[in-house]
């Protein structure tokens, strides 16, 4: 998408001094029924804490053992320097992305979370209503089913699947979001099973009544004999024997792109591209299984240069400023996925929460772009990171 040079310094002028943004709908000013406060994602997540149930509140802002991690994704970007360039013209930005034979007007996607039904009454409906622009990635687990959900975004969705150990019902699920309309597969890797979150266990998460997962309905967990009975550290909701085997297999029950979630490794990152994926996703789950992985934007250099461009990476954990987008594209990312920020922003608003939190972040990437003097996409490389001498002489 272009904005102006004129748009761009009203946007500027908005910030000295708080008057109305002249901008396109998808970056304007707060809706009526939204806080004039909310002015950041920060804001969002504020608001959300106090609206949220206590059990919602730390199902979804929690992490995994000590929560190390989770701080880290966020800190890690923090330490990322930009380095801008000046009078450039910068009166009009491209921020479109090209992703599986698909052109976006932004390279920001909604990752997939369960249950959003704890967050809001309608759940899945109201962020699909409200993401607008971006793609919205739907969970296995969601609490509203993929049909309903493909009926009401505005970009055709794509479908996260945790494979079940029923093979035959993961293959329906498949077969199922393929007719949906969903145009991308993405298999999360990183959860053969449920990682260890205290917080969870303190307040003894459970799902409220009237909150179903209407994706699995049908699927029976009888086929989990296999799990050692003794050993509770195994969920029949997961598959401990996946391998890359399974990845040539989903490959074969669908035409759509098939990317892999969760991986950290640049030797997986190999391994997947030798599997046939069509891509892969930097994620360490939120840091919602194991605690002390690095940072999500530490670990993207090594996976994109050892991919080096044959399959698109994606990253998502701890981005919440328009900056962090910037960074994550330097470093290699073809988009980004946002998680906990829009659940806030549902929260808080619904659809219209949603698309506010989109809408800045969308924004601030813009004003990014201008301020360091890269007019698109394809000019994000690493000269617009700062570089001290000791790095560039590691």
Excluded at 56 to 76: F, H, K, M, P, Q
Excluded at 150 to 176: M, S
Excluded at 307 to 315: D, E, H, M, T, Y
Excluded at 354 to 359: A, D, E, F, L, M
């Amino acid at each position: 998408m272009a904005i102006t040079r004129r748009k761009a310094l009203l946007s500027a002028g908005s910030v000295l001094a708080g008057a109305a943004l002249d901008l396109p709908k998808t970056t304007a000013a707060p809706q009526a029924d939204l806080p004039a406060s909310t002015v950041s994602l920060g804001d969002f997540e504020l608001l959300a804490r106090e609206r949220m149930t206590a059990m919602a509140w730390e199902y979804i802002s929690g992490g995994a053992g000590d929560e190390l991690t989770l701080r880290w994704n966020r800190e890690a970007y923090d330490r990322i320097k930009l380095k801008p360039r000046v009078l450039v013209d910068v009166s009009r930005l491209d921020t479109r992305v090209n992703l599986f034979g698909r052109e976006l007007p932004l390279p920001i996607l909604l990752a997939p979370a369960a249950y959003q039904k704890l967050v809001h009454a309608d759940g899945e409906l109201a962020t699909a209503k409200g993401a607008g622009a971006a793609i919205m990635v739907v969970s296995t687990m969601a609490s509203v089913s993929i049909e309903d959900i493909a009926a009401t975004t505005k970009q055709p969705p794509w479908f996260q699947l945790y494979v079940q150990p029923d093979r035959g019902f993961t293959k329906a699920l498949v077969q199922r979001a393929e007719a949906a309309g969903c145009q991308a597969l993405v298999v999360t890797v990183d959860t053969p099973i449920p990682g260890l979150r205290n917080r969870e266990e303190r307040i003894k998460f459970a799902l409220p009544p009237g909150i179903e997962r209407p994706n699995l309905k049908g699927l029976s967990t009888a086929g989990s004999s296999h799990l050692p009975k003794e050993n509770e550290i195994y969920n029949a909701l997961f598959d401990a024997r996946l391998t890359w085997k399974d990845v040539e297999w989903l490959r074969s029950l669908t035409k759509l792109p098939v990317l892999l979630k969760g991986v950290l490794n640049p030797d997986d990152a190999d391994l997947a591209v030798k599997s046939g994926a069509a891509g892969v996703i930097v994620s360490n789950h939120g840091s919602r299984n194991i605690d002390t992985l690095p940072a999500t934007i530490e670990a993207l250099p090594a996976v994109a240069a050892k991919i080096a461009g044959r399959i698109p990476v994606l990253v998502d954990g701890g981005i919440r400023r328009g900056t962090d987008v910037l960074k994550a594209l330097a470093l290699g990312a073809k988009a980004v996925l946002i998680g906990r920020p829009y659940l806030y922003g549902l929260g808080v608003g619904g659809a219209d929460g949603v698309n506010r939190v989109v809408g800045i972040l969308r924004r601030e990437f813009e004003m990014a772009m201008a301020l360091t003097g890269r007019t698109s996409i394809a000019e994000l490389g690493e000269s617009a990171l700062w570089q001290s001498q000791q790095e560039k002489n590691r």
